[in-house]
Protein backbone atom coordinates (compact mmCIF):
# COMPACT_ATOMS: atom_id res chain seq x y z
CA UNK A 1 0.00 0.00 0.00
CA UNK A 2 1.49 3.16 -1.31
CA UNK A 3 0.52 6.74 -0.61
CA UNK A 4 1.94 9.20 -3.43
CA UNK A 5 0.16 12.93 -2.68
CA UNK A 6 -0.83 14.95 -6.07
CA UNK A 7 0.99 18.28 -5.80
CA UNK A 8 -1.96 19.39 -7.96
CA UNK A 9 -3.29 20.69 -4.71
CA UNK A 10 0.29 22.38 -3.48
CA UNK A 11 1.08 25.28 -3.37
CA UNK A 12 3.40 26.03 -7.24
CA UNK A 13 5.03 28.85 -5.34
CA UNK A 14 6.43 26.93 -3.03
CA UNK A 15 6.58 23.24 -4.25
CA UNK A 16 9.95 22.64 -2.98
CA UNK A 17 8.53 23.18 0.47
CA UNK A 18 5.47 21.82 0.13
CA UNK A 19 6.98 18.28 -0.95
CA UNK A 20 9.13 18.88 2.61
CA UNK A 21 6.30 18.69 4.25
CA UNK A 22 5.29 14.90 3.25
CA UNK A 23 7.97 12.85 4.45
CA UNK A 24 6.36 10.14 5.43
CA UNK A 25 4.41 10.11 1.18
CA UNK A 26 5.55 6.82 -0.81
CA UNK A 27 6.44 9.07 -4.07
CA UNK A 28 5.05 12.32 -5.28
CA UNK A 29 2.43 12.45 -8.27
CA UNK A 30 2.91 14.94 -10.41
CA UNK A 31 0.31 16.03 -13.06
CA UNK A 32 1.17 17.03 -16.52
CA UNK A 33 -2.25 18.66 -18.24
CA UNK A 34 -1.79 20.03 -21.92
CA UNK A 35 -5.20 22.17 -21.78
CA UNK A 36 -6.34 19.92 -24.94
CA UNK A 37 -6.91 16.22 -23.35
CA UNK A 38 -7.77 17.63 -20.24
CA UNK A 39 -9.44 21.48 -19.54
CA UNK A 40 -6.84 22.51 -17.33
CA UNK A 41 -2.69 24.05 -18.09
CA UNK A 42 -0.50 23.01 -15.12
CA UNK A 43 3.26 21.83 -15.88
CA UNK A 44 5.67 20.15 -18.07
CA UNK A 45 9.17 18.71 -18.33
CA UNK A 46 11.06 21.99 -16.65
CA UNK A 47 9.19 21.87 -13.20
CA UNK A 48 9.14 17.89 -13.19
CA UNK A 49 12.89 18.30 -13.55
CA UNK A 50 12.82 21.20 -11.00
CA UNK A 51 10.99 18.94 -8.24
CA UNK A 52 12.84 16.02 -9.17
CA UNK A 53 16.14 18.01 -8.07
CA UNK A 54 14.12 19.62 -4.50
CA UNK A 55 13.06 15.68 -3.20
CA UNK A 56 14.41 12.19 -2.91
CA UNK A 57 10.85 10.70 -3.52
CA UNK A 58 10.74 8.60 -6.05
CA UNK A 59 8.62 10.55 -8.88
CA UNK A 60 5.09 9.71 -10.44
CA UNK A 61 4.26 11.62 -13.23
CA UNK A 62 1.03 11.61 -14.97
CA UNK A 63 1.06 12.77 -18.30
CA UNK A 64 -3.20 13.53 -19.26
CA UNK A 65 -1.94 15.11 -22.79
CA UNK A 66 -2.48 14.24 -26.44
CA UNK A 67 0.33 12.39 -28.47
CA UNK A 68 1.23 10.79 -25.46
CA UNK A 69 3.54 8.29 -27.83
CA UNK A 70 5.53 11.07 -28.68
CA UNK A 71 5.68 12.90 -25.28
CA UNK A 72 5.90 10.27 -22.78
CA UNK A 73 9.07 8.79 -24.09
CA UNK A 74 10.77 12.72 -23.02
CA UNK A 75 9.46 12.12 -19.39
CA UNK A 76 11.22 9.17 -18.60
CA UNK A 77 14.39 10.29 -19.61
CA UNK A 78 14.26 13.30 -16.62
CA UNK A 79 14.58 9.63 -14.48
CA UNK A 80 11.33 9.49 -13.00
CA UNK A 81 10.10 6.56 -11.21
CA UNK A 82 6.73 6.00 -13.02
CA UNK A 83 5.22 7.25 -16.20
CA UNK A 84 1.47 6.75 -16.51
CA UNK A 85 0.24 8.02 -19.99
CA UNK A 86 -4.06 7.58 -21.03
CA UNK A 87 -4.91 4.90 -23.16
CA UNK A 88 -7.30 7.12 -24.96
CA UNK A 89 -4.20 9.23 -25.99
CA UNK A 90 -2.26 6.78 -27.19
CA UNK A 91 -2.54 5.21 -30.47
CA UNK A 92 0.27 2.20 -29.79
CA UNK A 93 0.54 1.72 -25.93
CA UNK A 94 1.83 -1.72 -26.12
CA UNK A 95 5.26 0.27 -28.44
CA UNK A 96 4.99 2.89 -25.55
CA UNK A 97 4.68 1.21 -22.21
CA UNK A 98 8.30 -1.03 -23.69
CA UNK A 99 9.62 2.04 -24.77
CA UNK A 100 9.28 3.51 -21.29
CA UNK A 101 10.36 0.59 -19.05
CA UNK A 102 13.31 0.29 -22.26
CA UNK A 103 14.55 3.82 -20.96
CA UNK A 104 14.11 2.91 -16.76
CA UNK A 105 10.75 3.85 -15.96
CA UNK A 106 7.59 1.95 -14.80
CA UNK A 107 4.99 1.97 -17.46
CA UNK A 108 1.94 2.84 -16.20
CA UNK A 109 -1.57 2.81 -18.49
CA UNK A 110 -4.17 5.64 -17.42
CA UNK A 111 -8.10 5.16 -17.93
CA UNK A 112 -10.64 7.54 -17.58
CA UNK A 113 -13.65 7.03 -15.93
CA UNK A 114 -15.75 5.16 -19.03
CA UNK A 115 -12.98 3.96 -20.35
CA UNK A 116 -13.41 0.00 -19.96
CA UNK A 117 -10.69 -2.23 -18.62
CA UNK A 118 -11.64 -5.52 -20.54
CA UNK A 119 -10.41 -4.70 -23.66
CA UNK A 120 -7.30 -4.31 -22.49
CA UNK A 121 -6.93 -7.48 -19.92
CA UNK A 122 -4.65 -9.75 -22.57
CA UNK A 123 -2.48 -6.57 -22.52
CA UNK A 124 -1.84 -6.32 -18.57
CA UNK A 125 1.75 -8.09 -18.76
CA UNK A 126 3.06 -4.90 -20.91
CA UNK A 127 2.51 -2.88 -18.12
CA UNK A 128 3.68 -2.26 -14.18
CA UNK A 129 0.91 -0.20 -13.01
CA UNK A 130 -3.05 0.85 -13.88
CA UNK A 131 -4.10 4.21 -12.94
CA UNK A 132 -8.02 4.18 -12.75
CA UNK A 133 -9.41 7.50 -12.40
CA UNK A 134 -11.88 8.25 -9.95
CA UNK A 135 -13.10 11.45 -10.87
CA UNK A 136 -12.91 12.96 -14.45
CA UNK A 137 -9.42 13.89 -14.85
CA UNK A 138 -8.26 17.35 -15.14
CA UNK A 139 -9.01 19.24 -11.74
CA UNK A 140 -8.51 18.35 -8.19
CA UNK A 141 -10.89 18.89 -5.35
CA UNK A 142 -13.96 16.54 -7.23
CA UNK A 143 -15.79 14.10 -5.65
CA UNK A 144 -15.21 10.51 -5.48
CA UNK A 145 -17.07 8.22 -7.88
CA UNK A 146 -17.88 5.14 -6.04
CA UNK A 147 -18.99 3.87 -9.71
CA UNK A 148 -15.38 2.96 -10.29
CA UNK A 149 -15.34 0.70 -7.53
CA UNK A 150 -16.53 -2.47 -9.40
CA UNK A 151 -13.84 -1.56 -12.27
CA UNK A 152 -11.11 -1.06 -9.69
CA UNK A 153 -12.24 -4.69 -7.97
CA UNK A 154 -12.49 -6.40 -12.30
CA UNK A 155 -8.85 -4.98 -13.07
CA UNK A 156 -7.46 -6.64 -10.20
CA UNK A 157 -9.40 -9.95 -10.88
CA UNK A 158 -7.87 -9.57 -14.71
CA UNK A 159 -4.62 -9.20 -12.70
CA UNK A 160 -4.57 -12.03 -11.28
CA UNK A 161 -6.01 -13.87 -13.91
CA UNK A 162 -2.81 -13.02 -16.58
CA UNK A 163 -0.82 -13.79 -13.17
CA UNK A 164 0.46 -10.38 -13.00
CA UNK A 165 2.21 -8.23 -10.47
CA UNK A 166 0.25 -5.37 -11.24
CA UNK A 167 0.08 -2.33 -9.14
CA UNK A 168 -3.73 -0.40 -9.16
CA UNK A 169 -3.28 3.34 -8.33
CA UNK A 170 -6.35 5.17 -7.71
CA UNK A 171 -6.64 9.33 -8.45
CA UNK A 172 -9.40 11.50 -7.56
CA UNK A 173 -11.62 11.90 -4.42
CA UNK A 174 -9.31 10.04 -2.23
CA UNK A 175 -9.33 10.86 1.21
CA UNK A 176 -10.05 9.40 4.91
CA UNK A 177 -13.76 8.53 3.74
CA UNK A 178 -13.26 6.78 0.52
CA UNK A 179 -9.36 5.22 0.67
CA UNK A 180 -10.64 1.91 2.82
CA UNK A 181 -13.39 1.32 -0.13
CA UNK A 182 -10.41 1.56 -2.66
CA UNK A 183 -8.03 -0.81 -1.09
CA UNK A 184 -11.17 -3.01 0.06
CA UNK A 185 -12.08 -3.42 -3.98
CA UNK A 186 -8.21 -3.98 -5.07
CA UNK A 187 -6.11 -0.78 -5.11
CA UNK A 188 -2.67 -0.35 -3.63
CA UNK A 189 -1.57 2.93 -4.86
CA UNK A 190 -3.30 5.53 -3.87
CA UNK A 191 -3.27 9.51 -4.79
CA UNK A 192 -4.69 11.94 -2.78
CA UNK A 193 -4.12 15.91 -3.26
CA UNK A 194 -6.65 17.75 -1.42
CA UNK A 195 -7.01 15.63 1.44
CA UNK A 196 -3.13 16.04 2.26
CA UNK A 197 -2.11 19.77 1.10
CA UNK A 198 -5.47 21.73 2.33
CA UNK A 199 -5.13 19.70 5.69
CA UNK A 200 -2.90 21.55 8.72
CA UNK A 201 -0.53 18.50 8.70
CA UNK A 202 -0.18 17.29 5.23
CA UNK A 203 2.18 14.24 6.33
CA UNK A 204 0.21 13.56 9.64
CA UNK A 205 -2.99 13.08 7.11
CA UNK A 206 -0.52 10.90 4.62
CA UNK A 207 0.18 8.83 7.81
CA UNK A 208 -3.38 8.38 8.33
CA UNK A 209 -4.34 7.89 4.64
CA UNK A 210 -1.33 4.72 5.42
CA UNK A 211 -3.03 3.54 8.29
CA UNK A 212 -6.80 3.49 6.99
CA UNK A 213 -5.43 0.67 4.66
CA UNK A 214 -2.76 -1.23 6.56
CA UNK A 215 -5.12 -4.04 6.52
CA UNK A 216 -7.94 -3.66 4.40
CA UNK A 217 -10.49 -6.81 3.90
CA UNK A 218 -9.52 -8.60 1.07
CA UNK A 219 -11.09 -8.59 -2.43
CA UNK A 220 -12.63 -11.41 -2.27
CA UNK A 221 -14.37 -10.70 1.19
CA UNK A 222 -15.59 -7.58 0.02
CA UNK A 223 -17.37 -9.36 -2.91
CA UNK A 224 -18.95 -11.79 -0.86
CA UNK A 225 -20.11 -9.22 1.26
CA UNK A 226 -21.55 -7.36 -1.80
CA UNK A 227 -19.63 -4.43 -1.38
CA UNK A 228 -18.62 -3.94 -5.31
Same mark, same amino acid.
Given at each position: ?5 ? *? ?14 ? =? ?7 DVMDNHFVP??? *? ?46 ? $? ?7 ? #? ?11 ? =? ?10 ? =?????? #? *? ?15 ? /? ?13 GVNLAIQVD???? /? ?31 ? /?? $? ?8 ? $?? #? ?5
Amino acid at each position: MKITPS *ILSADFARLADEIARI =PSADGVHVDVMDNHFVPNLT *IGRPVVEAVMAATDHPIDVHLMIENADRWAPEYAETGAKTITFHVEAS $QAPVRLARE #LRHLGARASLGLR =PATSIEPYGDLL =PEFDQI #L *IMTVEPGFGGQTFLDSM /LPKIARTRALAQKHGVNLAIQVDGGVS /LETIERCAQAGADVFVAGSAVFTSDDPDAMVRA /LA $QAVAAPASLG $QV #LLEGGC
